[in-house]
């Protein structure tokens, strides 16, 4: 009896050896391989993190906060005033790294800054969390298709009061949701 469970062992090794690596290849490789095909197309498609590189944006969104950027919505719903969009900088400013301002004009509109105050269309535009602009810009009209963006931290942003209008075809997407870290998530609605 002995030399026949010997002998047997060898072929039930390799029978659940072949099982194991059909197990490995069925079970974790294929659902890992899928997933990351997935989780590239919803990032070139869907939804696209980006983590804050300065604190332009405090104190809404701070340094080194990550982001959500929801790259479908304007294909169904017009970018309004207020939104925090992700964009490519225009012409003439570093284009490495996508930026993140809030939209204060859109085309048509009039942005004046004077006397500490952002005027749209002869009318504050009050964002509660932003600083005051100590600078004055004169009045201009947001061209067609182009956007006046700024940083909520008016003073050390780097934005449309320094380098004009951004080509609305420049968006990338809207700022949904700070999703890292934990405690400073926020959802900034659809």
Known sequence: ?????????????????????????????????????????????????????????????????????????????????????????????DQTIPYVKRVIGLPGDTVEIKNNKVLVNDEEFVVPQATMPTYIQAKETVPDDELFVMGDNRNESSDSHIWGFVPEDNVIGKAQLIYWPLNHRQWFGW
């Open 1 to 93: 009896m002995e030399g026949v469970a010997v002998e047997r062992a060898p072929a039930v090794r390799r029978s659940l050896g072949r099982r194991s690596v059909r197990f490995v290849f069925r079970d974790v490789i294929i659902p890992l391989v899928a997933a990351a095909i997935i989780a590239v197309f919803a990032q070139a498609t869907i939804a696209k993190p980006y983590q804050i590189p300065s604190g332009s944006m405090l104190p809404t969104i701070k340094l080194q906060d990550r982001i959500l950027a929801n790259r479908l919505i304007y294909r169904f719903h017009p970018i309004e005033r207020g939104d925090i969009v992700v964009f490519k900088p225009p012409q003439g400013v």
